[in-house]
């Protein structure tokens, strides 16, 4: 790898990761707790079994990254997506601060020489860097999951995360986004 790439990446990936845990922390903070285990039909996930789901999958793939195959044997896949009620919010809260702790501390701790290092994942072989991109498009897909049902499930009263749907906020956001960075200069 070039190394100013090496130097910037786990930077730059840790500040995609909260990026997409913001969007998760705003959607959650705007939710009641019968909201967190609402579904919209039989066959989708509530956000809680979603929350439990990213738990896990952060919990196995995060601890010992660099040392241990990213799916443990004490991880439950299968339990993630059961219903575990009675969970409070504040439970639900725990695990996903958990989650994203456990996440964060590892990419804290990898250096950019162990970047080609190789890991394993479910046996599968790969170099660090890759097993860090493959978390980085599995996190954001259920962060979106959530980000959606919240949305759905507070209806007119929802505020935009990003750019609001109306004519004309693009391109406000745009010039507001060249007015902030010219002010910079």
Same mark, same amino acid.
């Given at each position: 790898?070039?190394?100013?790439?090496?130097?910037?990446?786990?930077?730059?990936?840790?500040?995609?990761?909260?990026?997409?845990?913001?969007?998760?922390?705003?959607?959650?903070?705007?939710?009641?707790?019968?909201?967190?285990?609402?579904?919209?039909?039989?066959?989708?996930?509530?956000?809680?079994?979603?929350?439990?789901?990213?738990?896990?999958?952060?919990?196995?793939?995060?601890?010992?990254?660099?040392?241990?195959?990213?799916?443990?044997?004490?991880?439950?896949?299968?339990?993630?997506?059961?219903?575990?009620?009675?969970?409070?919010?504040?439970?639900?809260?725990?695990?996903?601060?958990?989650?994203?702790?456990?996440? *964060?501390?590892? /990419?804290?701790?990898?250096?950019?020489? +162990?970047? %080609?290092?190789?890991?394993?994942?479910? #046996?599968? $072989?790969?170099?660090?860097?890759?097993?860090?991109?493959?978390?980085?498009?599995?996190?954001?897909?259920?962060?979106?999951?959530?980000?959606? *049902?919240?949305? /759905?499930?507070?209806?007119?009263?929802? +505020?935009? %995360?990003?750019?609001?749907?109306?004519? #004309?906020? $693009?391109?406000?956001?745009?010039?507001?986004?060249?007015?902030?960075?010219?002010?910079?200069?």
């Amino acid at each position: 790898m070039n190394h100013s790439i090496d130097n910037s990446f786990v930077k730059d990936a840790t500040k995609r990761f909260l990026y997409y845990k913001t969007l998760g922390d705003q959607t959650l903070e705007r939710l009641q707790e019968a909201d967190l285990h609402r579904q919209p039909n039989e066959t989708s996930n509530s956000i809680a079994v979603i929350i439990q789901h990213l738990h896990g999958n952060m919990m196995s793939r995060w601890t010992n990254f660099l040392t241990e195959d990213g799916e443990k044997e004490w991880r439950r896949r299968d339990e993630e997506f059961e219903e575990n009620r009675p969970a409070t919010k504040e439970q639900i809260m725990q695990l996903w601060e958990e989650g994203w702790q456990c996440l *964060l501390s590892a /990419l804290q701790q990898i250096q950019s020489n +162990q970047l %080609l290092q190789p890991i394993t994942i479910r #046996g599968e $072989s790969m170099p660090a860097y890759d097993a860090i991109l493959r978390q980085l498009a599995h996190y954001p897909y259920h962060v979106g999951q959530i980000v959606y *049902l919240g949305r /759905l499930f507070v209806g007119k009263e929802w +505020q935009s %995360l990003s750019i609001p749907k109306a004519k #004309g906020a $693009s391109r406000a956001f745009n010039e507001s986004l060249k007015a902030t960075t010219s002010n910079k200069k």
